[in-house]
């Protein structure tokens, strides 16, 4: 882990004259070498489009795209590479469920239970499925530590439940959910579970079969992988049940001219020719992480993360939202300081070469929730270390100092 940064070139980068501290990695990870030297291995000798072609260079792209798939059901310990679906993003793939799955699983009357921490992606979605079904859509609430309370779950579980949706982790408080008991508990009452793990797939071990779930989803780019490329996991018999949410080439087996057959999943879903750069991208992105050690990566970032909650609280007129040390938050930190819009904090900080993030994150429930109207968040990545917090907490010493003098 102590060699890891030579591996971003981007990090020797200077931004207001001052060395890049990265503290963004939520909402975007960096890009290591490795995965763009595959993006550019494969423009400069595999570019071809994938499947259509019998001639070789489009064979060894097919080849390419299909590991890739493969890494991730490796990845993910999916039953089969043939349970992972490619797409554009988490979002995509939220929305896709709630297009193509969800209207087969609700109707007037049925409930669809979400929790407060969740992300517009996984929120959005729903309410419009509830709003077409005339469906109820219903919230959990959370613990004082920002933890998914599991006995309001457990309250509002009833035989009227049809899917329910959650955060492995939150993207604003970076708690855990406890999803294997959540799953357990969900298909108890015969419920389908889908789980958004955009902000889990770089920070822990993520095992689809043994959680359980009926549907997880992730995206590339958070995940050292590029931008462009998604993921969804879904059971066998629940994906070859769905219908496609997108028609066209790629997808179809025989079209004619009243009516068409499509492939079987997980093509049947991948319409037109696909991010196949983004795939093979996400593909070492995988290898990546897996020649770092994920248990390794896990164990640093949970170090690093206390260190970064024992600092942070070190400072005055700082709250600190969620659990209040750092073995119970996976990769962020929501905090205020006193008196300062957190705005005003991120400009300021951004000056100084250190990147956060300022606003509501896209889980304005959330914040409506905690009664904020936006926080600044803290993130971090496998390329962070001690000296990155340092320049942070000493920039937030900064800004206090600015204000009072203001």
């Known amino acids: ?19 890049l501290t990265y503290l963004d990695t939520a909402a975007t990870s960096q890009k290591p070498n490795q995965v763009l030297a595959a993006i550019q291995n494969y423009y400069l000798k595999d570019n071809a489009n994938v499947h259509r072609g019998v001639y070789t260079l489009s064979e060894q792209a097919t080849q390419a795209y299909e590991d890739a798939r493969t890494k991730v059901g490796h990845f993910l310990n999916a039953p089969s590479a043939r349970n992972i679906v490619f797409t554009r993003s988490t979002t995509e793939s939220l929305n896709w469920l709630a297009q193509s799955f969800g209207p087969g699983q609700v109707e007037a009357g049925d409930e669809i239970l979400l929790t407060y921490l969740e992300h517009h992606s996984n929120i959005v979605p729903w309410q419009v499925l509830a709003q077409k079904t005339g469906a109820k859509l219903k919230y959990v609430g959370l613990t004082e530590d920002g933890q998914v309370d599991l006995v309001d779950f457990a309250d509002q579980l009833t035989t009227k439940t049809k899917i329910v949706s959650f955060a492995h982790v939150s993207n604003v408080l970076g708690t855990l959910a406890p999803v294997k008991k959540m799953v357990a508990m969900a298909h108890e009452v015969g419920a389908r579970v889908i789980v958004d793990g955009a902000q889990a797939v770089a920070h822990l071990p993520v095992d689809v079969q043994d959680l359980d779930v009926d549907f997880y989803a992730f995206s590339g780019h958070k995940v050292y992988g590029p931008t462009g490329i998604g993921v969804l996991y879904g059971r066998t018999e629940l994906l070859e049940a769905m219908e496609p949410a997108q028609y066209g080439g790629e997808m179809i087996e025989k079209v004619g001219l009243e009516s068409s057959t499509f492939q079987p999943a997980p093509w049947k879903f991948e319409a037109g020719t696909p991010n196949i750069a983004g795939a093979i991208g996400l593909g070492a992105a995988l290898d990546y992480m897996q020649e770092l050690g994920l248990a390794q990566v896990s164990d640093y970032e949970t170090d690093l993360m206390e260190e970064t909650v024992t600092k942070l609280l070190a400072i005055p007129g700082l709250t600190l939202y969620g659990p209040q040390n750092g073995h119970d938050r996976y990769g962020v930190a929501a905090f205020n ?9 991120a400009t300021i900080l951004d000056q100084e070469g250190v990147e956060v993030r300022a606003g509501h994150h896209c889980a304005q429930p959330l914040m409506a929730y905690l009664g904020l109207p936006a926080t600044v968040r803290v993130s971090l990545g496998v390329y962070n270390n001690s000296a990155d917090i340092d320049r942070l907490c000493a920039g937030l010493h900064q800004v206090r100092e600015y204000f009072a003098n203001d």
Not at 4 to 15: P, Q
Not at 337 to 345: K, Q, T
Request: charged residues 25%; proline residues 7%.
């Open 1 to 19: 882990m102590k060699t890891v940064r030579s591996d971003f070139e981007i990090l020797k980068k200077t931004i207001n004259n001052q060395p």
């Open 337 to 345: 300081l006193a008196g300062v819009h957190p705005h005003d904090v």
